[in-house]
């Protein structure tokens, strides 16, 4: 059951869902909550010859923190065609007893230039803790300019059928964007 305005006030109100820091009144729609973007950024060093294998033994996506660059989202000029990881100010707090899970999903305005928030990770575990990570590609034909603090995409929050046996504790467990 996807929950509604009314209800993601409630549940926040009663800290079944915790959004920090606390959200305004205009960042509620029909059935979602939007989050903002956060510094700073961080896009892919050119490695030339230097292949990523994801499947081999002991690989820890970890292990790529060198071959990334952190970078400055105020007035960033996103480029086509580019890889851009980024986070939301936000931190998300869904406690696993709530039995609430969430999507991260883009925003329609942004989504009609180009600009995709994530590739194929929309699922915050209930459980979750920590700023949501943003794999975002400019798709469309021009440049977007990125703001720090502009709305970057929505939540959609899910009562789960149960409660889980445990929370999330996947390698992200945590995350944090390190300012």
């Given amino acids: 059951m996807i929950l509604t305005d009314r209800e993601i ?3 926040i109100a009663s800290g079944q869902i915790k959004i920090t820091p606390q959200p305004d009144a205009d960042a509620y729609s029909s059935t979602s909550l939007d989050l903002t973007l956060d510094e700073p950024g961080e896009i892919w060093k050119e490695m030339p010859g230097q292949p990523v294998q994801p499947n081999a033994r002991g690989y820890k996506y970890k ?5 990334k660059k952190k970078i400055s989202l ?3 000029n996103f480029a086509p065609h580019t890889l ?3 986070w939301t100010r936000e931190t998300v707090i869904l406690p696993y007893t709530s039995r609430v899970a969430a999507r991260v999903e883009g925003k329609s305005g942004l989504a009609r230039l180009g600009l995709l928030v994530h590739m194929t990770a929309p699922t915050i575990h209930a459980g979750f803790t920590g700023q949501i990570q943003l794999e975002m590609c400019n798709l469309g034909p021009y440049p977007i300019i990125l703001d720090v603090g502009m709305p970057i ?6 009562v789960t059928f149960g409660t889980p046996a445990k929370g999330y504790v996947g390698q992200f ?3 944090a964007a390190k300012h």
């Fill in 74 to 76: 105020g007035g960033y």
């Fill in 63 to 67: 292990q790529l923190e060198e071959r």
């Fill in 9 to 11: 006030e409630i549940f």
């Fill in 173 to 175: 467990a945590g995350q």
């Fill in 84 to 86: 851009l990881l980024g």
């Fill in 153 to 158: 995409c929505q939540l959609v929050f899910e």
